[in-house]
């Protein structure tokens, strides 16, 4: 199935001759093995696949499990169960109870001197160094194991949900700096992963979900707990969690503009800006005044001016090596943005429809270089119109409703 132009999964259905299908039935038969085998390790048959506590009685979480459940996912990432199979293993077995703060309950319960436990404390430390080493290339191993996955199965749920799991571990396991790191290089990976499909709404999705987490309290920089100043001290919670988690509004909005200019109807790219700009607008501390500005309400005539001249500029120059596909809806976006441009040179609200639009009136009062411009945004007009009538024939009649509408 695909959304947009852009399958599901990157392989492409075509007719199979007998050899292929026999290689075919072939994979089937090993990867029905495969499945039988993780089942024996786990324990999971149809008679007993849960004890009374309502956790798996699998007993081998070892990495021959891990290793199979590899082999299972690049064949099928769409069973679930075995990415549960796979969690259970890196948590039950492999994880194991190797967090910090247990490691350092567990050698500094009791303690017998201040030799004794300066002895304890550095075997702690030493313990904790081993346990996050083996943590973090844990995970490190596994998030690149879901690198060929996610290109291949871009649109998989399962693939996004256990990379938000690892990284989830990290926050939990790793020390904050170390498990932010993890975090920011999720960033720039959702990045290239949205460059290859803009309109990817898991990616989107995802981005979000890793941003929210850059910008909140518990992966904040471990040295901005040392920079809080007696007055923060007093803040509420809530005010010192808004003071050590920095805000990416600012870039996450230049982001999303990025992504427009590069695909005008990246709709996924539109929405996320939309839901930005209250939080923008909160963050810059605007009054109404700056409210009113941002969006355009309530502005001078020349400051309209001004701003749809930024917005055309910005128009043309996404017209220059656009895709053939997507030029229409930048020619459409020309032609309105010049004609309110140049109603509002003429003194009124330069509408499209309903009504004779910016072209007409006040000629004989203009000087020959303002009629000579006018004549020439025409002309430019002309020209966008006839070119949407070439990519859009079956809104023909839409075109030279418009192109009449502005008395061209």
Known sequence: MASHGVPRASGTRQHKSEAARQKELQKIQEYKSLVEALNVKANVTPAICFTSDGQISAQEYTTDTLSLTTKLLKLNPEYYTVWNHRRRVLCQGLFGDTSPSSTSARHLGKRSSSEHDQTEAHNVDSTNNNANNKILDLIRTDLNFLVPLLR?????????????????????????????????????????????????????????????????????????????????????????????????VESEFQYTWQMIRTNLSNFSAWHYRANLIPRLLDERGGDGDTRRKFIDED????????????????????????????????????????????????????????????????????DEEKKKEKEKEKDQQREWLNELKKLDPLRRGRWEDMEKALLL
Request: hydrophobic share 30%.
């Open 152 to 248: 291949q199965f871009p649109k998989c749920y399962w693939i996004w949900n256990h990379r938000v799991w690892l990284l989830e571990q990290s926050t939990e396991r790793l020390p904050r700096n170390t498990a932010r790191s993890l975090w920011e290089e999720e960033l720039g990976l959702v990045s290239k992963m949205l460059a290859l499909d803009g309109r990817n709404f898991h990616g989107w999705g995802y981005r979000r979900i890793v941003v929210k987490q850059l910008e909140s309290e518990k992966l904040a920089p471990e040295d901005a707990d040392a920079k809080s100043t007696p007055e923060e001290a007093e803040e509420g919670s809530e005010m010192k969690q808004k003071r050590k988690g920095k805000s990416m």
């Open 299 to 366: 502005l001078t005539s020349e400051e309209r001016q001004e701003q749809l001249h930024k917005q055309l500029q910005i128009l043309k120059e996404m017209l220059e090596g656009a895709d053939p596909g997507e030029c229409k809806w930048i020619y459409e976006a020309l032609v309105r943005y010049s004609n309110v441009e140049r109603g509002l040179r003429g003194g009124n609200d330069g509408r499209v429809e309903g009504g004779k639009g910016g072209g007409g009136g006040g000629d004989e009062d203009e």
